[in-house]
């Protein structure tokens, strides 16, 4: 469940746009570093709409910022039952199909956004005004200047900066992932009672930091432009049989993920498919290490993931080179 998905993204605050910038907008600059003070200063609770590859949830959200500690619960309200409950963006419980797929790892948190960086790969713009959950809105769009990321269109609250509203666009323009509220009280901060999880929440283990010891043996020989590795670590397989390496790239606002793994004279097929914005390309590489699956899963187009895949390289090809 993705809620609120660039609140965490954009925070760190918004310098003065460069000279290089110059297809970007000042306003939106100004609007994005309301958004990222409102996500540290504003408590609200409201609920909102997801819709994914034409599939809909609704869900409920109390957020409160109190005496400098954000906490946040966000509840699945049709559908399977799904909750999620994070202090200052660690997980501290989830429920439902959650449970699996979520650990407290350190990419968890908030991640700080470097402005400049981003303003090198997105020409960021105000588009005009709407009208979300009876609130008044400015649009402010990020539209990437290539074609290994997704476009955004943000709907911002006037009067708090909140986003009432957000898209993100294919290179056609097509939708591929929305969240929108249909109701946002910021009068009413939660109390106590809204923010403790339900009797199904299961606690988040932190990761040891043995299962995040740091991946030296792989490298890509390609990345888009703008991506640099954030963090990386080993693991085991769902089954806890074959190890896993991981690696985490970014560009400041999009990420995905490489998991490298050994066959070990098993047999696995190539994967392409995407499911909305999110992308999942496995592709099988013959290494000095033997026989690998490099699976790239990220919210980036098909074709970079493919790309990506295809250009993984183990640190001994290197030192033969």
């Given at each position: 469940m993705r809620a609120l998905p660039l609140i965490p993204l954009l925070l760190g605050g918004w310098l003065t746009l460069p000279a290089h910038a110059a297809n970007s907008s000042p306003e939106a600059g100004d609007w994005l570093k309301k958004l990222a003070?409102?996500?540290?200063?504003?408590?609200?609770?409201?609920?909102?709409?997801?819709?994914?590859?034409?599939?809909?949830?609704?869900?409920?959200?109390?957020?409160?910022?109190?005496?400098?500690?954000?906490?946040?619960?966000?509840?699945?309200l049709d559908g399977s039952a799904q909750e999620v409950v994070r202090v200052d963006g660690h997980t501290q419980c989830v429920s439902g199909a959650l449970v699996s797929g979520v650990s407290n790892t350190p990419e968890s948190t908030a991640r700080v956004l470097d402005p400049l960086k981003?303003?090198?790969?997105?020409?960021?713009g105000v588009a005009g005004k709407s009208r979300?959950?009876?609130r008044a809105a400015v649009i402010v769009t990020l539209t990437p200047r290539d074609q290994h990321r997704y476009a955004f269109e943000l709907h911002l609250d006037r009067e708090t900066g909140l986003p009432l509203k957000s898209l993100m666009l294919d290179d056609k323009g097509r939708l591929l992932e929305r969240f929108q509220f249909t109701r946002l009280d910021t009068r009413d901060a939660p109390i106590d009672d809204d923010l403790q999880a339900g009797e199904q929440c299961k606690p988040v283990t932190e990761v040891t930091a043995r299962a995040a010891q740091p991946v030296t043996g792989w490298r890509s020989d390609w990345l888009p432009p703008g991506f640099e590795l954030v963090d990386s670590s080993i693991g085991k397989d769902p089954q806890g049989k074959n190890t896993v390496n991981r690696l985490m790239f970014d560009d400041g606002l999009a990420r995905f993920s490489v998991f490298v793994e050994a066959l070990n004279g098993g047999s696995a097929a190539d994967i392409r498919t995407q499911l909305g914005p999110t992308v999942a390309v496995s592709r099988r590489l013959t290494t000095p290490k033997g026989e690998m699956m490099v699976t790239v899963v990220g919210?980036?187009?098909?074709?970079t993931a493919e790309r990506i895949a295809l250009s993984m390289r183990s640190q001994d090809a290197q030192a033969q080179k």
């Open positions: 003070q409102a996500e540290q200063q504003q408590s609200y609770q409201g609920t909102f709409v997801y819709e994914r590859n034409g599939s809909f949830s609704t869900h409920d959200i109390w957020h409160r910022v109190q005496d400098g500690k954000v906490s946040e619960r966000l509840l699945q981003l303003m090198s790969w997105y020409d960021l979300v959950a009876d919210e980036i187009p098909i074709g």
